[in-house]
């Protein structure tokens, strides 16, 4: 089922310019789980965006035009993710998974660093995920799972004049080489990433190197650049850290 929360990260993730629709969904996901009680009128008075283009951009949503039907679609699709969610966690341990997993440390290294890594996602309020398109691509799902749990996880784009970082923000960059998360520092700007709390997941053993680490962790995966193996171990070390996130964070387990 294409839950309307899916519907919007293809929007969200795929958008190329800063416009009232972009503004829409950046909101959504910020509020998600104020969305029961949200109105209208509050998103409109605190986004600042025009209210035919919200009404046309819920229409392309598929909820014919109209507020009431979008907010009543959105609260029953985001209880039917949670009930999906449910089904496909039940069993599953994250000890069993990392088990299988290609890795250069131990299983309870693997596990004790992932748990640090949810710690960090977990303490800070947006997420930010930086990389090339098909590895953020992998992604979706872990974003979709942690917005449903109320965490911000966004995909960074570059033209959002809104964005600087802060110590609320964490970084997840996604690069096989590290030449993604190198050529991002390079060209920075003003937006201050050094104040955010970074995770380089990668294949490159160099930036684990305290001389040349770049990033405050680094989750190095076996392999050396193998674009098919590395999209691979991301679909592994995502699906690790939905598991451990749900079940710690969520539950409380």
């Given at each position: 089922m294409d839950v309307l929360l899916a519907?919007?990260?293809?929007?969200?993730n795929g958008a190329l310019v800063y416009d009232d629709a972009y503004k829409f969904c950046t909101y959504i996901v910020?509020?998600?789980?104020?969305?029961?009680?949200?109105?209208?009128?509050?998103?409109?008075?605190?986004?600042?965006?025009?209210?035919?283009?919200?009404?046309?951009?819920?229409?392309r949503l598929g909820c014919d035009f109209d507020w009431q039907t979008f907010h009543r679609i959105f609260v029953q699709h985001?209880?039917?993710?949670?009930?999906?969610?449910?089904?496909?966690?039940?069993?599953?341990?994250?000890?069993?998974?990392?088990?299988?997993?290609k890795k250069d440390m131990s299983d309870q290294e693997m596990l004790d660093y992932v748990s640090v890594i949810c710690e960090q996602i977990d303490?800070?309020?947006?997420?930010?995920?930086?990389?090339?398109?098909?590895?953020?691509s992998i992604a979706v799902e872990f974003q979709t799972d942690l917005i449903t749990f109320g965490k911000n996880v966004v995909q960074y784009h570059n033209y959002d004049p809104t964005i600087t970082f802060t110590g609320d923000d964490m970084l997840v960059f996604i690069s096989a080489t590290g030449r993604a998360m190198n050529g991002f520092l390079?060209?920075?700007?003003?937006?201050n990433p050094e104040a955010a709390t970074s995770l380089l997941i990668t294949q490159n053993p160099v930036y684990t190197r305290q001389e040349h680490k770049i990033s405050n962790y680094v989750l190095r995966l076996p392999g050396r650049y193998d674009g098919l193996?590395?999209?691979?171990?991301?679909?592994?070390?995502?699906d690790l850290l939905r598991i451990q996130y749900y079940q710690k964070y969520y539950l409380g387990m």
């Amino acid at each position: 089922m294409d839950v309307l929360l899916a519907r919007i990260l293809k929007y969200l993730n795929g958008a190329l310019v800063y416009d009232d629709a972009y503004k829409f969904c950046t909101y959504i996901v910020d509020h998600y789980l104020e969305m029961e009680s949200m109105t209208k009128e509050r998103i409109l008075a605190e986004t600042g965006i025009d209210e035919n283009n919200m009404d046309n951009f819920i229409g392309r949503l598929g909820c014919d035009f109209d507020w009431q039907t979008f907010h009543r679609i959105f609260v029953q699709h985001h209880l039917t993710r949670l009930d999906q969610i449910r089904g496909r966690m039940v069993g599953l341990r994250a000890a069993d998974l990392v088990k299988n997993m290609k890795k250069d440390m131990s299983d309870q290294e693997m596990l004790d660093y992932v748990s640090v890594i949810c710690e960090q996602i977990d303490s800070h309020k947006r997420i930010f995920i930086i990389g090339a398109l098909y590895p953020m691509s992998i992604a979706v799902e872990f974003q979709t799972d942690l917005i449903t749990f109320g965490k911000n996880v966004v995909q960074y784009h570059n033209y959002d004049p809104t964005i600087t970082f802060t110590g609320d923000d964490m970084l997840v960059f996604i690069s096989a080489t590290g030449r993604a998360m190198n050529g991002f520092l390079q060209a920075k700007g003003s937006l201050n990433p050094e104040a955010a709390t970074s995770l380089l997941i990668t294949q490159n053993p160099v930036y684990t190197r305290q001389e040349h680490k770049i990033s405050n962790y680094v989750l190095r995966l076996p392999g050396r650049y193998d674009g098919l193996d590395f999209n691979y171990q991301l679909m592994q070390i995502f699906d690790l850290l939905r598991i451990q996130y749900y079940q710690k964070y969520y539950l409380g387990m």
